[in-house]
């Protein structure tokens, strides 16, 4: 299961990194759970998990501050690309994001950069209109379920990590 080499890449900035230290905790065909820690020391957060909901076009995080309470609740909007004969799989970051904080308040960010990619022809129509019906996906499974529910897997994991 941990075989599969996980690659994140980024149109802005545009950068395509290895994610050699995270760890893979579960893996289906629509469905990857990690467990890593921040490539870039920060004062907000040091740690945290990751379900990758392949089939939906989106990640949810748990950020981590170092004493392990909740920082906040990130949501990538992604789409992937698979290479089998390397056993690896790049997640694409399609820009928008979702942000949850513990007090319950939902902030949509970096649609700002989503537009600034398309015109800059960093990324397609079809990337584009990707990117927004996965971000509606999103919102409306959150506003109508809660963001329980596409949490429940890191909770699972989580309940018995320590810092």
């Known amino acids: 299961m941990n075989n599969l080499t996980l690659f994140r890449k980024r149109f802005i900035p545009d950068e395509c990194i290895e994610l050699k230290d995270d760890i893979i905790l579960k893996r289906t065909d629509s469905v990857i759970l990690t467990k890593w820690k921040v490539l870039k020391a920060r004062n907000d957060f040091s740690h945290g998990f990751t379900c990758y909901y392949l089939d939906r076009g989106y990640r949810i995080s748990k950020f981590l501050k170092s004493d ?25 970051d399609l820009l928008a ?27 397609d129509e079809t990337l584009l209109k990707k990117s927004l019906l996965s971000l509606n ?5 959150i506003y109508s379920d809660g963001i329980e529910s596409l949490t429940a ?8 990590d320590t810092p």
Do not use: H, M
């Open 153 to 160: 897997p890191i909770q699972e994991v989580a309940k018995d």
């Open 68 to 92: 392990g309470s909740l920082y906040c609740w990130y949501c990538d909007i992604i789409t992937y690309e698979s290479d089998p004969d390397k056993n690896s799989l790049t997640i694409i």
């Open 97 to 123: 994001d979702v942000v949850i904080f513990p007090d319950g308040k939902i902030r949509v960010v970096d649609l700002d950069e989503l537009s600034e990619a398309f015109e800059k022809r960093l990324i």
């Open 137 to 141: 996906r999103l919102l409306g499974e």
